[in-house]
């Protein structure tokens, strides 16, 4: 933590709360920033970080929160931050602080929390951004924790909903689409695509998206209906990215993207590394 302390917005972030949470804990139960300099906002030190973490984790637990308030006021400050659940805590590595009180919130089920963090990382840095520094850590760490223990599945579930929704909520313009984006014919994992779709329409590009567990079949019959200038379709294994299909729509889009993974290894094709990758491609193939 920088030696002047943090803000409000940098502490909720890291806890996984949202900001009126945290302020409510300050005029209701004196769990206040208290670090202060002449002309300027008072920021939260490492200790006040502390008691806060402690109410949070208190008040998880059941607590009231009177009661929690008055614990963590009273509990000794610690050396360092604490974690979240032992060993059920999800790693994030060396990921933003955010990234770490967004996989507190997923793993307390917090879908309320979860969002607010989600709903203001896409409202400060937009949705690349808040995709990679935010979402891919947390998910990677749920997927590494799972593949350990089998764990998380309904963390990885709730956390995904209150994704979808976010970028869902993000304005869509108006126009003509002239990207489709689809899955792989057995792809069921379709939130990369509603990231690209979301990221796009920030940069005021309308696109198409079908979905999850696209049937080539269909894919081939909505590209011939809507004649879109690119088509991406995306696969995160091998065993679902089907280089026959893409060949197959070569006549029929002036660029074929084929997003994620799955098509690791596969030479001659349009493959972006990232969702930063993917929406330079769009854009610049389009433009």
Do not use: N
């Amino acid at each position: 933590m920088a030696g002047d302390g943090r803000s409000a917005g940098e502490v909720a972030r890291e806890l996984g709360i949202a900001v009126t949470t945290l302020r409510t804990w300050h005029q209701r139960y004196g769990l206040g920033p208290s670090a202060h300099a002449p002309g300027e906002h008072r920021r939260y030190t490492r200790k006040d970080l502390d008691r806060l973490e402690t109410m949070r984790r208190l008040t998880q637990a059941g607590v009231p929160p009177a009661e929690a308030a008055r614990r963590a006021l009273a509990a000794p400050a610690s050396d360092g931050p604490t974690r979240d659940g032992g060993g059920r805590a999800i790693p994030v590595g060396r990921a933003a602080a955010a990234a770490r009180g967004l996989a507190r919130a997923a793993l307390r089920l917090d879908a309320a929390a979860a969002t607010d963090l989600l709903h203001d990382a896409v409202a400060a840095e937009g949705v690349v951004a808040a995709w990679q520094t935010l979402v891919v850590p947390v998910l990677q760490g749920i997927g590494t924790r799972h593949a350990a223990t089998g764990a998380l599945v309904e963390v990885e579930h709730l956390l995904s909903g209150c994704v979808s929704a976010v970028l869902a909520a993000v304005p869509r313009p108006a126009g003509v689409p002239r990207i489709l984006l689809a899955c792989a014919e057995d792809e069921q994992h379709s939130l990369p695509l509603e990231a690209l779709a979301a990221a796009l329409a920030e940069r005021g590009v309308p696109v198409r998206q079908l979905g999850a567990r696209v049937p080539f079949t269909a894919l081939r019959d909505a590209v011939r209906r809507t004649g879109p200038d690119a088509v991406v379709i995306w696969a995160h294994d091998p065993a679902l990215a089907h280089v026959e299909h893409l060949t197959a729509l070569a006549d029929r889009a002036r660029l074929l993207v084929a997003a994620g993974p799955g098509w690791s290894g596969v030479d001659g094709l349009h493959r972006p590394e990232g969702l930063e990758d993917a929406v330079a491609l769009l854009m610049g193939g389009l433009s």
